[in-house]
C-alpha cells in the first residue's frame, strides 16, 4: 500500500501539466490519492485539469483567483489524509518507482520529517552538475543525453542500494515529501511570509530541524524537473530576492549559508554526481 497523497499545484503550462499527470499517475498505480490544485488557471489547463479529475478520480481543488504557490499546496495538503504528504511541481517527470522509495523511506526512519529526490535542476540536489549549465539567475539545469530517460536515470541510481538515504539540512521544493504528522504539527507552510513560493521550503525545513526533526535526500531515487514553467525569468528573479531577504530576517543569512556549504561537502551526493557524470558520458559517447 502507498499511503501517500501527491499534491500538484497548477498554473497554465498545460504541456509540462499533461506529462506531469501522465508519469504521476502511471507512479501511483491507482495507490494513493492524486490531489490537483488549480491556481486560477487558463484554458485549456482548466479543461485538462476537469478531464484528469474525472477520469481517475483524482481529487481537483480550484481557485478562480490566484492565491500563489504556497497557499495552493497547502490547499491541497488539508483536502489530502493520507500518512506522507508529496508536494510535486507540475513541472516535472516521476520516473514508475520513485514514488514509493521517497514514501518508504518516512516510514522507515522515525524522525524523518521529509525527504526528497536527485533531479537534473534542484539546486544542489542536482547532478551531474550543480553549477555552470544553468540560464541566468537560475541555478544548473543538466539537460539528459540524447535517448535517455528520466526512468533511464531512476533506473541507474536505484541500483545502488547501499547509504541511499544521506541527512540533509535543507530540501528543494520541487518535490517535497513529508510526513503528515510533522506537517501538521509545524502549522505547514508559512502562506503569508512566503506567499509566492521561494523560500518556503527552506523555511520549513529550518523549522523542523529545530523542531528535533530530521531531513534527508534519497541518492537511488531522480526525477525530472523542466524548471520554473509557470513563472517566467521577470517574474521569478524579483520573488527569488525577496524571499530571500525574508528568510534571512527570519532564520539568519548565515545559517542558509551553513546549510548551502553542508549540502556541498556531503560525500553521498558527491558520489551521485560523479555516478550521474560517468552515466552522462557514456551515453553521449554512444551517439
Known amino acids: 500500500m502507498l499511503d501517500l497523497d501527491v499534491v500538484i499545484p497548477v498554473h497554465n503550462a498545460p504541456d509540462h501539466v499533461r506529462a506531469c499527470l501522465d508519469s504521476v499517475e502511471a507512479a501511483l498505480r491507482g495507490r494513493g490519492t492524486l490531489i490537483l490544485v488549480d491556481d486560477a488557471s487558463d484554458e485549456p489547463t482548466r479543461t485538462l485539469l476537469d478531464e484528469r479529475a474525472a477520469a481517475t478520480g483524482a481529487t481537483l481543488v480550484r481557485h478562480v483567483e490566484r492565491t500563489g504557490y504556497t497557499k495552493a499546496v497547502n490547499d491541497g495538503a488539508r483536502a489530502g489524509r493520507r500518512r506522507n504528504v508529496m508536494f510535486l511541481n507540475s513541472d516535472t517527470i516521476v520516473p514508475p518507482r ?49 535517448g535517455v530517460t528520466p526512468a533511464d536515470l531512476d533506473a541507474m541510481f536505484a541500483r545502488r542500494r547501499w547509504g541511499a538515504l544521506t541527512y540533509a539540512p535543507l530540501v528543494h521544493g ?69 524571499s530571500a531577504e525574508r528568510l534571512d530576517a527570519r532564520h539568519g543569512p548565515e545559517r542558509l549559508q551553513r546549510a548551502s556549504a553542508e549540502l556541498q561537502a556531503n560525500v553521498p551526493l558527491a558520489r551521485a554526481r560523479e555516478m550521474a557524470a560517468a552515466f552522462y558520458a557514456a551515453h553521449t559517447a554512444a551517439v
Open 174 to 242: 520541487f518535490c517535497f515529501t513529508v510526513k503528515r504528522a510533522a506537517f501538521e504539527q509545524l502549522g505547514g507552510f508559512d502562506e503569508e511570509t512566503f506567499a509566492d513560493g521561494y523560500g518556503e521550503e527552506n523555511d520549513f525545513s529550518f523549522r523542523a530541524v529545530d523542531a528535533g526533526y530530521r531531513l534527508g535526500i534519497l541518492t537511488n531515487t531522480y526525477i525530472f524537473h523542466a524548471k520554473s514553467a509557470s513563472y517566467q525569468d521577470a517574474v521569478r528573479v524579483p520573488l527569488l530576492a525577496r
Open 98 to 146: 520513485a514514488l514509493d522509495r521517497l514514501s518508504t523511506a518516512l516510514d522507515r526512519h522515525r524522525r524523518l520529517a521529509v525527504v526528497g529526490p536527485l533531479s537534473n535542476a534542484a539546486s544542489l540536489q542536482s547532478v551531474p552538475s550543480t553549477s555552470g549549465t544553468g540560464v541566468a539567475n537560475q541555478t544548473a539545469i543538466n539537460p539528459l543525453p540524447p
